[in-house]
């Protein structure tokens, strides 16, 4: 049955619908209080994102006298909100609907979904982690009346400030791992088998780390508080400033609330020297991969080589964010139209 049909059957089901679009609202009010800009970017665009494990939904247009173009669907708005930053504006958010193919039909992702994208100029990624702890507390204490939220059976305080963990205490906790001695990828993957993971000869690094992470780390983390979790590897932090020249980790963080992720921020790349080379490397990596080598945005470039002051920015997933607020643990249940119903 069709979500437009549960609703006519039982129109208590409406309250849904009407409460996200509170919180979308209340999200809106949140920014503009503290001067931020709600940009508009496009969804279409000649250029999409170069993460190797992300796929764009390529698309063919025509302009009036019948010449074809080649464009992507954003799988995020970034590039432009930094365009816009590089431009002088101070303080930017959208509330973006972003595509990405090869993603499952639930419970946590639809192939469209919403993404909520901020970035502060003159600064870096902690002032975005004090952003996002007092959004999620303010927007869940409009809807909840509560610092609390409950999510599957779970009474999960938001009480700032919340609990913070480096990447490298999570392999060392949880684990059993010292990331500083897996650097190399042979003894990465020496010391993730004596732990007994399954390690595969073609696996690279990044697929060792997300084997450890998402086996030994997040099914750990706590159910009662959220968490943020930073100082990724470089490796999985392209876009991010590194913590210094010599450093192997990065100035990102993504934060956790009941076990599902819902942000991912970082103190921002803007040498567009560096940049290039990152965006080249991915490149190499999706070739690896037999994936479609994405075009890298050489107007992205041209806008950092004019000087992108230092800033923060963070990704959050909209819909994921109100499904824990709404304790909803199945995306299909909280869409109007999801694709797992357009797409049978």
Known sequence: MQNWEKIKKDPKLTSVQKKRAEINDYIRSFFKVRGFLEAQTPILVECAGQEPYLNPFQTEFYDEK?????GYLITSP???LKKMLCAGFDKVFELARVFRS????GPNHNPEFTMLEW???????YQIM???????????KKINKSKYLVYENNKIDLSLPWPKMTVKQAFKKYAHLDLDQCKNL????????????????????????????????????PKDRPMIIYEYPLHQASLAKRKNKKSFYAERF????GGMELANAFSELTDYKEQYKRFKEEQDVREKLNKKIIPIDNDFINALKSKMPDS???ALGVDRLQMLILNINDINDLLMFPAKQIFK
């Open 312 to 314: 923060g920015g963070i």
């Open 78 to 80: 970034e590039y432009s």
């Open 186 to 221: 042979k003894n990465f993957k020496k010391l993730a088998i004596q732990k007994d993971f399954t390690i595969d000869i073609q696996d690279n690094w990044d697929d060792v780390f997300y084997k450890v992470f998402l086996n030994a780390i997040e099914p750990r983390l």
């Open 102 to 105: 090869d993603e499952s039909f």
């Open 254 to 257: 993504e934060a956790y609330i």
């Open 119 to 125: 970035y502060r100029s003159h600064s870096n990624y």
């Open 66 to 70: 019948g010449k074809s173009y080649l």
């Open 130 to 140: 004090l952003d996002l702890e007092q959004l999620v507390f303010e927007v869940n």
